[in-house]
């Protein structure tokens, strides 16, 4: 197609992640990349490459990932989103569909990135939530204790987060190109109706397996399984007392990307 006969379309979609090898796309296997890929490759009868805002790993949740692909420009947006949306598999959503503008990347565009880790902390929590939360006292044999004070402690450690900060010590791999230093904008802990603590967090970019290691970390804290100081020792020095374990992957939402004409999606889980 020439450049004259394509329009740069943008999507905000969602997927369940639970059967997902991760956002990517990766021989052999089923991820969200090639699923959407083959959706549009036959819908558009061309080949179609897709860009995402960001990566997330096998069993991680998105409501708000932004994607970007060429299309032919002879499609009108609401046609191409009724037909994206009839086509995709069932653990996959299209929530709009729009032109995105010569030279508009998903990625590279991003201004800043948001997730919610979701922990259920009752020891009577079902098996029903195992893929959409974490539940460490089955899982791990970690008590978290009730209350306030729970989520209290949870606050005073997610404090020590926002600003310039090296997340080295809380990531599975570097990025050498672009160092480990992150901008958290805030990372917050809050309780729901149900009794479920939300971990909040915006930053314009998140290493790989960030957020997963630094929930993983303070509920080890506040479950006595290791002391508060490891969160500024391993901050401030990359070394933890004993090595982070990453909370598992069920329990992780991307829920928006921000953009210079806004976020994709507002709001926080969908429950």
Known sequence: MSE????????????????????????????????????????????????????????????????????PAKWEMKELARAFTAVSPDDVGVRAVRDGGAGFHPRFDAERRRYVYVVAPSPDSGPFLRRFAWRPSADHRLAIPPGEATVHRLAELAARLPGDRDFAGFAKAG?????????????????????????????????????????????????????????????????????????????????????????????SVPW
């Open 4 to 71: 004259s006969n394509v329009t740069r379309i943008r999507a905000t979609i969602q997927y369940e992640g639970t059967d997902f090898h991760g956002s990517q796309l990766q021989s052999g296997v089923r991820t969200v990349q090639g699923e959407i890929e083959a959706v549009l490759a036959r819908l558009l009868d061309t080949d179609v490459r897709v860009d995402f805002a960001g990566r997330t790993d096998a069993g991680v949740h998105a409501l708000g990932q932004e994607i970007a692909f060429d299309a």
């Open 175 to 267: 990025q050498p190109e672009r160092g480990s230093v992150c901008t958290v904008d805030f990372a917050r802990w809050s309780v729901d109706d149900r009794g479920h603590l939300l971990f909040d967090v915006c930053a314009n970019r998140f290493l790989h397996h960030m957020v997963r290691y630094l929930v993983g970390t303070m509920i080890e804290v506040i479950a006595d399984r290791r002391p508060a100081v490891d969160m500024d020792t391993i901050l401030e020095l990359g070394t933890p007392t004993k090595p982070v374990f990453p909370a598992p992957p069920g329990g992780l939402y991307l829920v928006g990307v921000r953009y210079p004409d806004g976020w994709n999606r507002e709001g």
